[in-house]
């Protein structure tokens, strides 16, 4: 069974940036767009970013365009999600998810049966 393990959180001063990476234990990683989605206390889980397995084609929340690249590496098996311009409003546990099916490129979370154990991320203002 392939293991998501997300990497890179912390803590972060409002205007500041991190660098997540969530490294797949799954060969097939290439074969799977990939996503980012968040969850901050008392909240349900969002949808961040999405890449497409041809790693050009992307999908952005609208809260975090212009602020926020994902990317990926399949020679490496990883995802990233470079964070910019970061906002208290940010602070949430990040999870990265591979959907159910190798032909979904997909908001919705329940696309999605993979999923990482999170990484926290706080923005101090």
């Known amino acids: 069974q392939v293991q998501l393990v997300e990497s890179g959180g912390g803590l972060v001063q409002a205007g500041g940036s991190l660098r997540l990476s969530c490294a797949a234990s799954?060969?097939?990683?290439?074969?799977?767009?990939m996503a980012w989605f968040r969850q901050a206390p008392a909240k349900e889980r969002e949808f961040v970013s999405l890449?497409?397995?041809?790693?050009?084609?992307?999908d952005y929340a609208e809260f975090v365009k212009g602020r926020f690249t994902i990317s990926r590496d399949n020679a490496k098996n990883t995802v990233y999600l470079q964070m910019n311009s970061l906002n208290p409003e940010d602070t949430a546990v990040y999870y990265c998810a591979r959907p159910r099916l190798t032909t979904y490129f997909r908001r919705e979370t329940l696309a999605y049966d993979t999923w990482g154990q999170g990484t926290q991320v706080t923005v101090s203002s």
């Open positions: 799954d060969r097939r990683f290439s074969l799977y767009a």
């Open positions: 890449i497409h397995r041809n790693g050009v084609t992307t």
